[in-house]
């Protein structure tokens, strides 16, 4: 696109840059924008009140929870940081995008694979790796439309006419390399269909990849490039240079280098060995220092321009975004502190947290580059000053109030779990008192959340009518920029700071590879050190179909099977879970949020009858309980026919499974399905329809949970204290 | 799993040769401006072929230096 001009002096060029692009991200960001918010209200009003699923097993909780982080974090998220990272490079470098194919093939890929998860995760096909659920065709997709992404970034520096690279540059190389790494390595997996796959770690490992990656998805996709997006538009819409540009150097090494090594707080006090525990914990107070040092870089930007926070929208969109990351960096080290997690974790209080970052500091950013950019783009000014004032304070009061009851919701629930009288019991042994307590507070956030999807709402019309009413006439201006530097023949002092991308990416891989390595390869041989006096046993075929029915129905969602080695946690669940119990768990199930109680030490506790009429419906046999029903897990068949398959996986990946058992797994899990269904028919003379049903899989696992561990003679293990 | 230490391994050696290009790189001057950037990202392009006037149709205040 580029024309060559004699332009006052003969050193200047006339381009015109790619905005078409910038206008269809910003487009898609904000129709998945609503999507995510919209799906987000209908799971809090699922807590609320069960029956907002109607029953469809394609809305239940288990199932659209992922649909929502997964949308609100890749389809609002990801759009926005495409858009802002193609409309700011483009001005950083003085160059059009490196290929105006590879930018829409980038744009089309990746709306593609957002519908691709719109589509699977409501119907089931889950890999249960929380914000990395979708199974692996659609994980394929992903890492060729980030290829293409990459490419395109890097062809684009490459082609720079500006030789320094600003800090925002950096912030998005960081990005586009380290999702990469988290991205493929959490999801080497083998299939077992074309939906269906096991991931190559198990149990403890499993556990380990995933929160490196769960982390660093928060890390290096709603923190380092939204830093990036900061140091450009904040210093931009308030007209001021960033308040330290060092500082912003020492923000972004010091943040890459840290936060690859803090995922390990996610698995505090599990059976993750106490080292890497400790690890974790020690790097994420350490993050204190740079994302302070960062926070305060960006308000300080706004130094001499306070007042722009009482007549400009924008600006108070970006003061109150950079307020919140503010606000959870400093929460978020908080709460990796061991005993400060040993209350929040599981909890709601969590749920605040997160919300506290995505509504407050990435959503307000979000909005504020958008109403940035939609006038830029479309050349109109904003259709109404006064609705993004409105915006801005209705979002406000629904991130408040989101956060709040969500505090006050976690609190509550950690202090009931871990409340013990004089005697040494529980003072709620009874799961669902707790939960009673904080459904008026799943209410409270519903509206909170409901007023945030109002304000998004008077964005999407006022950008409506911005574009409505823009001029139709041509609106693409070319601009002069400067000739590259090998066209132009100068060579000398400042032309000789040349910023190399790759050298940044060098660094980079450096941080995160030793952060990996120390962490994640001592716990590759970790089953050699068990005691030799207890063994687990694999899952029976039977029990593998459960599981799968577990992890497409999204239970971890809710349960947890991770027994904490605190009292509290040993007194209402049994003994605290180990590291060989889930040694053969692909993917690992510890989950990550307690809405209904632990299931470790589920297997014997209660007869299989019990497990029938709760799945069908919980409110029979606990009054008030908030989980769904089940119905169709007694209409739908086991799916016998892929077992070999999934078997041959599994030993594939090291499970021991003998011959015979890999040969006749079906025949095996027909006969002890019949066991099951002999029993409950026993009972229960109507039952005649529920053979071969999955919800017989189902309690073929749930009962096998904690009683899979023999002992030295061949004699099980009871590990429960009931 | 045997997959991780290839990947690893791999991921080392890269390192290595890039720690060796950092080095290279910084004796070359990479830090030694932090003080013109910040101001020269501020610097608006200017255009040269408009046919409508942005003073008249951008919102906000002092438009000109932040289009």
């Given at each position: 696109m580029a024309e060559m001009k004699e332009v006052g002096s003969k050193l200047m060029d006339r381009i015109v840059y790619d905005d078409d692009i910038?206008?269809?991200?910003?487009?898609?960001?904000?129709?998945?924008?609503?999507?995510?918010?919209?799906?987000?209200?209908?799971v809090a009003l699922e807590l609320a009140y069960w029956k907002a699923n109607l029953n469809l097993p394609w809305l239940t909780f288990g199932r659209i929870r992922p649909l929502h982080t997964n949308a609100a974090i890749f389809a609002f998220g990801g759009n926005i940081i495409f858009a802002g990272v193609y409309h700011s490079t483009q001005r950083l470098l003085k160059t059009r995008l490196y290929s105006d194919t590879l930018s829409r093939i980038h744009f089309w890929g990746w709306q593609l694979i957002i519908v691709g998860a719109l589509i699977t995760l409501p119907l089931g096909y889950s890999q249960s790796k929380e914000y990395a659920e979708l199974e692996w065709p659609i994980d394929v997709a992903i890492a060729l439309v980030w290829v293409i992404f990459a490419v395109n970034f890097f062809g684009t520096i490459a082609i720079r006419r500006v030789k320094h690279l600003y800090v925002a540059i950096w912030f998005y190389i960081a990005t586009i390399i380290t999702i990469a790494a988290l991205h493929i390595i959490n999801s080497i997996e083998i299939p077992v269909s074309l939906l269906k796959s096991y991931p190559v770690y198990a149990g403890v490992q499993d556990a380990l990849v995933q929160w490196w990656y769960g982390h660093n998805a928060v890390a290096f996709f709603l923190t380092t490039p939204f830093l990036g997006l900061m140091y450009y538009y904040v210093p931009k819409a308030a007209n001021r240079p960033v308040y330290s540009y060092k500082l912003s150097v020492i923000h972004f090494w010091s943040l890459v280098f840290l936060y690859i090594w803090a995922g390990p707080h996610h698995l505090l006090n599990s059976a993750l060995p106490d080292w890497a525990q400790t690890l974790g914990m020690i790097f994420s107070l350490m993050l204190w220092a740079p994302s302070w040092g960062g926070m305060i870089n960006g308000l300080l930007t706004l130094r001499g321009a306070w007042?722009?926070?009482?007549?400009?929208?924008?600006?108070?969109?970006?003061?109150?975004?950079?307020?919140?990351?503010?606000?959870?960096t400093f929460e978020g080290p908080l709460l990796s502190i061991k005993s400060v997690n040993s209350l929040a974790h599981y909890s709601d209080w969590i749920i605040a947290h997160v919300h506290g970052g995505t509504l407050g500091w990435n959503g307000f950013l979000s909005f504020g580059i958008i109403y940035y950019l939609v006038p830029r783009l479309w050349n109109n000014k904003m259709y109404s000053h006064k609705l993004m004032n409105t915006h801005f304070w209705v979002g406000l009061l629904g991130i408040l109030i989101y956060y709040i009851s969500m505090w006050a919701a976690g609190i509550t629930e950690g202090l009931m779990w871990r409340a013990v009288d004089a005697n040494g019991r529980l003072v709620y042994p009874d799961w669902v008192e707790i939960v009673m307590r904080v459904v008026p507070l799943y209410y409270v956030r519903f509206i909170g959340g409901a007023l945030y999807l109002t304000g998004f709402l008077l964005l999407i019309y006022n950008v409506w009518m911005t574009i409505k009413t823009a001029p139709k006439e041509e609106t693409v201006a070319a601009?002069?920029?400067?000739?590259?530097?090998?066209?132009?023949?100068?060579?000398?002092?400042?032309?000789?700071?040349?910023?190399?991308?790759?050298?940044?990416?060098?660094?980079?891989?450096?941080?995160?590879?030793?952060?990996?390595?120390?962490?994640?390869?001592?716990?590759?041989?970790?089953?050699?050190?068990?005691?030799?006096?207890?063994?687990?046993?694999?899952?029976?075929?039977?029990?593998?179909?459960?599981?799968d029915v577990y992890i497409r129905e999204g239970c971890y969602v809710c349960h947890s099977q991770m027994i904490r080695k605190l009292p509290f946690d040993v007194l209402r669940f049994g003994a605290a879970s180990t590291i060989e119990e889930s040694m053969y768990d692909r993917p690992f199930q510890w989950g990550s949020k307690r809405i209904g109680p632990d299931l470790a030490r589920v297997g014997g506790k209660y007869p299989d009858m019990w497990h029938y009429r709760h799945m069908m419906n919980p409110r029979d046999i606990t009054p008030n309980s908030i989980m769904p029903s089940y119905p169709w897990l007694a209409n739908n068949t086991i799916d016998y026919l892929s077992l070999r398959k999934k078997l041959s996986v599994m030993k594939r990946l090291g499970v021991p499974y003998d011959d015979d058992t890999l040969a006749n797994g079906d025949i095996y899990a027909e006969k002890d399905a019949e066991k099951i269904y002999e029993s409950l028919l026993s009972q229960d003379p109507s039952l005649t329809e529920i053979k071969d049903k999955e919800i017989i899989a189902l309690i073929a696992y749930l009962q096998s949970m904690g009683k899979r561990t023999i002992s030295g003679n061949g004699q099980e293990v009871s590990k429960s204290n009931r | 799993m045997n997959i991780i230490f290839l990947t690893l391994g791999v991921s080392i050696i890269l390192a290595l040769i890039f720690l060796i290009a950092f080095i290279w790189a910084a004796k070359k001057g990479q830090y030694d401006d932090l003080t013109t950037p910040s101001q020269r990202m501020l610097i608006e392009d200017f255009e040269t072929k408009k046919n409508h006037t942005k003073e008249d149709k951008v919102n906000g205040r002092d438009e000109r230096s932040r289009q």
């Open positions: 910038v206008k269809k991200f910003v487009i898609a960001t904000i129709l998945w924008g609503a999507a995510a918010f919209l799906v987000g209200l209908l007042h722009l926070l009482r007549t400009e929208p924008i600006i108070k969109f970006l003061a109150v975004a950079v307020t919140f990351y503010g606000m959870s601009v002069e920029v400067p000739l590259r530097a090998e066209d132009a023949a100068v060579g000398t002092g400042h032309r000789k700071l040349e910023a190399l991308g790759a050298i940044f990416a060098i660094l980079l891989f450096i941080s995160i590879a030793v952060g990996s390595v120390i962490e994640i390869l001592p716990t590759l041989s970790i089953y050699k050190y068990l005691p030799a006096t207890y063994k687990t046993r694999p899952y029976t075929p039977l029990e593998l179909a459960g599981r | -």
